[in-house]
C-alpha cells in the first residue's frame, strides 16, 4: 500500500484539476511530512507514476507570471477506481514492519556484548524523545486538525508509546540477555561443541 499514491489520487479527486506545484503546497499546508510516511519531494515523481498508469491525465499547461509552464493534471476515471481500492486497502490491512533492530540483538558481535547495554539504554532514550517530540508536536497541530487527524496523529503516538513500554522490559531483561550471550559465546569456542 503506498501512502503517497493515496494522498495524491485524493487530492484530485477534493480539488479538481492541479498542477504539481500546487499538489506540493497541498501537502505542506496538510503537513502530511509529519504525521505520514509521505515525502513531499516524492510528489513529482508519483505525479508521473500515477499518469503512466493512466490514473492522472494531462489536462493543460499554464504559466504564471516568470515561472515555467506547468503540466495541470486531473484524476481520471480509472485513478477513481484506484483511489477506492486504496482506500479500502490502507483501511483494512495491517502493517507492521519488522524493526532491524530486533535481528540485530538476536546476532550480536561476541567481541561487542559489553556494548549492547549502553547502545539498548541509548535507544530507549531515542524513543522517549520521539515520543516527547510527538507530544509536543500533537498539542501544537490540535487547534487545525480535524477529529479524524487528531486520531491519525495520536496513532503515532500511542506506537511510540508500546515501543518504550517494550524497550522498557528489553531493559530489565538485559542482565540475562548479556548472560546468555556471553554463555552462547564461550559455548562457541569450546572444540567440538556443536552451534546454538
Known sequence: MSSIRLFVLDSFARHGEMHGHQLKLQAEQEHVHQWTDISVGGLYGALKRLAAEGLLTPVRTEREGNFPERQV?????????????????????????????????TRVDPDAIDDLVGTVHERRRAVRRLLDDEIE????????????????????????????????????????????????????????????
Request: charged share 30%; proline share 6%.
Open 73 to 105: 493534471w486531473a484524476i481520471t476515471d480509472a485513478g477513481r477506481a484506484a483511489l477506492a481500492d486504496s482506500r479500502r486497502h490502507a483501511l483494512e490491512t495491517v502493517v507492521l514492519r519488522p524493526d532491524p533492530f530486533d535481528l540485530a540483538l
Open 137 to 196: 508536536h500533537h498539542r501544537r497541530a490540535s487547534p487545525w486538525l480535524s477529529v479524524a487527524e487528531k486520531h491519525a496523529m495520536a496513532h503515532r503516538e500511542h506506537r511510540l508509546r508500546a515501543e518504550l513500554d517494550w524497550h522498557d522490559t528489553l531493559v530489565d531483561a538485559l542482565p540475562e540477555i548479556v548472560a546468555d550471550e556471553e554463555a552462547g559465546a564461550r559455548h562457541a569456542l569450546t572444540p567440538g561443541s556443536p552451534g546454538r
